[in-house]
Nanobody, 127 residues
Framework: VQLQASGGGLVQAGGSLRLSCAAS????????MGWFRQAPGTERAFVAA????????DYASSVKGRLTISRDNAKNTVYLQMNSLKPEDTAVYYC?????????????????????WGQGTQVTVSS
């Protein structure tokens, strides 16, 4: 599975962005998909995960209520809607797929739970 993340950019605090993650090479409709982020000088951290049909979602506590993960299996694409952005949301955002299991649950919070990764898209939130 090849993943291509896009949609990052520079936005003021309180603004919004929508990230997209387009998959190719294989349909990801049966897989858990996730978003992670990495700020300068820190390790990559879990942001959100969604199960195969969008019926189950999990979020990091720091983004709950502001960021929303969704997917369109017909387009083989996963999204991350980011509202009420804060300077501490500044990071490179990565999408990931767990193609090892079909119809898995969203309790996948570790990098090692995912086996395919996109290249990352930079999000910068100015104060």
């Amino acid at each position: 599975v090849q993943l291509q993340a896009s949609g990052g950019g520079l936005v003021q605090a309180g603004g919004s962005l929508r990230l997209s993650c387009a998959a190719s090479g294989r349909a990801v409709s049966r897989y858990v998909m996730g978003w992670f982020r990495q700020a300068p000088g820190t390790e990559r951290a879990f942001v959100a995960a969604i199960n195969w049909n969008g019926g189950s979602k999990d979020y990091a506590s720091s983004v709950k209520g502001r960021l929303t993960i969704s997917r369109d299996n017909a387009k083989n694409t996963v999204y991350l809607q980011m509202n009420s952005l804060k300077p501490e949301d500044t990071a490179v955002y990565y999408c990931a797929a767990d193609s090892q299991w079909e119809f898995g649950s969203t309790n996948r919070f570790r990098e090692e739970d995912y086996d395919s990764w996109g290249q990352g898209t930079q999000v910068t939130v100015s104060s």
